[in-house]
């Protein structure tokens, strides 16, 4: 059983441009969630999925937005890049209560 | 929603001690969950602590719970190398993390 999987694993971007993260849950798993982890910090909620709709939302600007699609899997979209957007991003999926992480994409905004 | 606070920020010891972290938080919770994530990688489960419980065990790892104090300690006994990471608690299935204590354990 595969467990959560991330792609890419590395990104470099230039700033004003959009990214596009993706992520694929642990089998049977039916909610994403996705955060932002800057060097030295905790990982930070940006939202999460269920359905394929956004159940809740962190304090992310709406630069940040998602989707999730019939098969559960999610994308991450972040458009007008910033410098400051330079980050590892975690996937996690989850039926009830434990989330199982993805290994994140590390993204580098020049 | 809220999130718990690890302390301390930062804990070195020798291969072989005991380390100890906590967390603490403000309102009550149904449950109380501890993650581990080696550098720069995805966090891992350790293990759930529901609001009803004092302690609980999983290996090498003891977890309480004391919701008078609103704190949870996380106790790695006979620490190894490899638990060099960063641990983090998440509060009620809400996803909010702190800053983590950093763990190095030295060979």
């Known amino acids: 059983d595969a467990g959560v999987t991330q792609s890419p694993t590395h990104l470099i971007k230039t700033r004003g441009q959009q990214v596009t993260l993706r992520c694929s849950p642990k089998s049977g798993h039916d909610t994403v969630s996705w955060y932002q982890q800057a060097l030295g910090q905790g990982p930070q909620f940006i939202f999460q999925y269920y359905e394929e709709e956004e159940r809740q939302r962190g304090n992310f600007p709406d630069r940040f937005s998602g989707h999730q699609f019939p098969n559960y899997s999610s994308e991450l979209n972040v458009n007008a890049l910033l410098l400051g957007d330079s980050a590892l991003y975690l996937c996690?999926?989850?039926?009830?209560?434990?989330?199982?992480f993805g290994p994140g994409t590390r993204l580098l905004v020049l | 929603s809220q999130q718990g606070e690890e302390d301390p920020q930062a804990l070195s010891i020798q291969e072989g001690e005991n380390a100890t972290m906590n967390c603490s938080y403000k309102?009550?919770?149904?449950?109380l969950q501890w993650y581990r994530q080696n550098s720069g990688r995805g966090l891992v489960h350790l293990i759930l602590?529901?609001?009803?419980?004092r302690e609980k065990h999983s290996g090498r790892l003891r977890v309480t719970l004391d919701t008078s104090k609103k704190s949870s300690s996380l106790l790695i006994t006979a620490s190894r190398a490899a638990d060099t990471a960063s641990y983090f608690c998440a509060l009620n299935n809400d996803m909010r993390f702190g800053a983590g204590t950093r763990l190095t354990v030295k060979p």
């Open positions: 309102t009550s919770i149904n449950n």
């Open positions: 602590i529901r609001s009803n419980e």
């Open positions: 996690a999926s989850s039926v009830v209560e434990t989330q199982y």
